[in-house]
């Protein structure tokens, strides 16, 4: 089963749950905002594909964050700072049934890795 994560409101959620739905794949939604996302998880999604591709630097929760917080990142303060501020994750997040792990949307990649129903 593909399982999507982020947040329901984000556009780029919901333009990947049109295509989803339009290409017939059956998934779960894990809304990380309202159920949370444990850390064991984050570390795995780090491990797979680092924490510079996971960390969304584009969002206003990022620009909101001190010059302190900003600087001098590692793997574990950008680890710390996504927990703490679970928006600054990319969306979606997706784990494939086929196990790939997909960040951001982008309709021609999804093609690629998503079995259609």
Same mark, same amino acid.
């Given at each position: 089963?593909?399982?999507?994560?982020?947040?329901?409101?984000?556009?780029?959620?919901?333009?990947?749950?049109?295509?989803?739905?339009?290409?017939?794949?059956?998934?779960?939604?894990?809304?990380?905002?309202?159920?949370?996302?444990?850390?064991?998880?984050?570390?795995?999604?780090?491990?797979?594909?680092?924490?510079?591709?996971? $960390?969304?630097?584009?969002?206003?929760?990022? @620009?909101?964050?001190? *010059?302190? %917080?900003?600087?001098? !990142?590692?793997? =574990?303060?950008?680890?710390?700072?996504? $927990?703490?501020?679970?928006?600054?994750?990319? @969306?979606?997040?997706? *784990?494939? %049934?086929?196990?790939? !792990?997909?960040? =951001?949307?982008?309709?021609?990649?999804?093609?690629?890795?998503?079995?259609?129903?």
């Amino acid at each position: 089963m593909t399982t999507l994560y982020g947040i329901k409101n984000c556009d780029t959620i919901k333009k990947a749950f049109a295509w989803l739905d339009e290409a017939g794949v059956a998934y779960t939604f894990h809304d990380y905002k309202k159920v949370g996302l444990e850390k064991p998880k984050l570390m795995q999604w780090v491990k797979l594909l680092g924490w510079k591709t996971l $960390l969304n630097t584009q969002g206003t929760t990022w @620009r909101k964050l001190s *010059e302190e %917080d900003r600087a001098d !990142l590692t793997q =574990g303060k950008a680890v710390a700072l996504m $927990l703490e501020h679970l928006s600054l994750i990319r @969306r979606p997040v997706v *784990e494939c %049934d086929n196990g790939q !792990l997909l960040v =951001g949307f982008d309709p021609a990649v999804f093609k690629s890795f998503i079995k259609h129903g």
